[in-house]
């Protein structure tokens, strides 16, 4: 990966299996930069206007093996690299992800593709000043994602792997392999990890803790603006 | 590790039974003369009793179409737009390229992993990197390079239509215009080819000769690679009639569709 230390601005990712609570996390991160008056800028896994169209293809229709599943998704990153995460770094701004590279480096190499090569697919990626990793036990994610057994989608349930034919019984296999690659990703590259069995509150205070040395002198957002609180949330 | 991969397997696909087809790319800058010399490679090797399958790049069912789209709007970054080309060529490979090797098709691709390279690598994205992404890749049964000056290449381009936005690579060089942009872009681009001759083994054609000329080279160097797959032995070089190329016509023909109205126009010519 890229140095950060070349930009101004600061990166900071979440991390964690789906059900982890890493997306609640960085919401209420984003939130409080946003009311102590930085520029926050929030970069979502998979949401490229660019490439939107053939990931949805691609699912919808079921046209993605394992490769492409893995370019389409990098496609998707280098496009918000571009666009949305180099530029506000270079800004100095706070720049927010929910996931990042280390989710390709989960999940496509739970599809079977090879790890070196997803690493080095990745090498563009800016290395983020802090990535918190949730962990959460199996058990506890899978509680707070099936409850009320919601419709689980084919590839996020792993379908594609044939794992099981049962869509429920998918997921959980197919998640036990991603946390995994997790749990050596966290190690490899020094992820800072979270309890996530903790309460919300405690949680978001330790991250606080870890985000408040680095905000100092990063971008802050126009006195006036408050108004534009909402637009920049949903941004 | 599967040796009929450059660095990496397809995840999932497993070659241990072998492909019996025979994967032939065919290399070489804009307006060289590609589609025309697929066109004859295809006709020939069909009337010579074997099954043909021909792709080129955004033909894939997944991508193709909006890598066209995206590239109307200019609104690629350099890597975006790599990736984007990678995600196709993935497709094809897992979806055409190879199903239809296991079945023993001549697999014939208008351009492979070396322009999508030479590409982006002119737009300065890394070689390492490049070569790393491409490492999925199938080895061809054969690389023809065609190869062309670009003073040769100047009046074909103007033929065809004029310089195209991409083609001239005016989205990363500050030229003012697109003549000295495309000069400078092909240049690039023929300089990165002739580093990846050596590297990934390309077969040189020479293209600045008639189409004809050209053919017979490459008929050539694909016969010996599909040597032995052709019901009748041994395999004639005569080309079928529509796809013969007249020997006085210097000029390059870029599609069928004006081969057939010459031919046509030929024949009435005759009756008259």
């Given at each position: 990966m890229q140095p950060s230390d070349q930009y101004q601005g600061k990166l900071f990712v979440v991390e964690g299996i789906d059900g982890s609570g890493k997306s609640t996390q960085i919401d209420l991160i984003h939130k409080w930069l946003l009311a102590r008056g930085y520029s926050a800028f929030f970069s979502e896994w998979n949401s490229s206007p660019l490439v939107k169209r053939t990931t949805r293809r691609g699912k919808t229709r079921r046209l993605l093996n394992p490769l492409a599943f893995s370019l389409i998704h990098a496609t998707d990153f280098a496009d918000r690299t571009e666009r949305n995460i180099i530029p506000p770094l270079k800004a100095g701004a706070a720049v927010l992800a929910d996931r990042y590279a280390y989710t390709a480096f989960a999940r496509d190499v739970a599809?079977?593709?090879?790890?070196?090569?997803?690493?080095?697919?990745?090498?563009?990626?800016?290395?983020?000043?802090?990535a918190f990793y949730f962990r959460v036990p199996l058990a506890v994610a899978l509680d707070r994602i099936l409850v009320g057994r919601p419709e689980i989608k084919w590839y996020e349930a792993g379908m594609d792997l044939r794992l099981s034919d049962d869509v429920y019984e998918s997921f959980k296999l197919f998640q036990t392999r991603i946390l995994e690659q997790y749990d050596r990703i966290a190690e490899e590259f020094g992820l800072t990890v979270i309890d996530g069995t903790l309460p919300i509150a405690v949680q978001q205070q330790k991250m606080r803790e870890i985000v408040e040395p680095f905000l100092e002198g990063l971008?802050?957002?126009?006195?006036?603006?408050?108004v534009l609180c909402r637009t920049e949330t949903d941004g | 590790m599967d040796s009929r991969f450059y660095e990496v397997p397809v995840p999932g696909v497993n070659l241990e039974k072998g492909l019996s087809g025979k994967l032939i790319a065919l290399e070489g800058t804009d307006g060289v003369g590609r589609s025309t010399q697929m066109q004859m490679l295809r006709g020939w090797l069909e009337s010579s009793g074997l099954a043909v399958y021909d792709t080129g790049l955004t033909r894939g069912n997944l991508a193709g179409r909006h890598i066209q789209q995206a590239k109307e709007g200019h609104t690629m970054g350099r890597r975006t737009q790599c990736l984007f080309y990678a995600t196709d060529f993935a497709d094809r490979l897992e979806n055409e390229i190879i199903p239809l090797l296991r079945a023993g098709y001549v697999v014939l691709t208008?351009?492979?992993?070396?322009?999508?390279?030479?590409?982006?690598a002119v737009r300065g994205l890394e070689r390492d990197w490049l070569r790393s992404l491409y490492g999925f890749a199938l080895k061809p049964d054969l690389i023809l390079y065609l190869k062309v000056s670009l003073r040769n290449l100047q009046p074909r381009v103007l033929t065809a239509g004029g310089f195209d936005y991409w083609e001239s690579g005016i989205d990363y060089l500050c030229e003012g215009n697109m003549f000295d942009a495309f000069v400078k872009h092909q240049n690039a681009l023929l300089r990165e080819f002739d580093h990846m001759a050596d590297e990934y083994g390309f077969v040189v054609v020479d293209a600045n000769r008639t189409i004809r000329a050209t053919f017979d080279d490459i008929q050539a160097h694909v016969c010996r690679v599909v040597e032995g797959m052709s019901p009748g032995q041994p395999m004639?070089?005569?080309?079928?009639?529509?796809?013969?190329?007249?020997?006085?016509?210097?000029?390059?023909?870029?599609?069928?569709g004006d081969r057939i109205r010459e031919l046509l126009a030929s024949l009435f010519d005759e009756a008259e």
């Open positions: 599809r079977g593709c090879d790890p070196e090569w997803v690493r080095r697919l990745y090498g563009f990626a800016v290395r983020p000043t802090v971008l802050r957002r126009p006195q006036d603006s408050a | 208008d351009r492979y992993i070396y322009s999508l390279m030479a590409r982006a004639s070089t005569t080309l079928p009639p529509l796809l013969m190329v007249p020997e006085t016509r210097r000029e390059e023909r870029t599609s069928v």
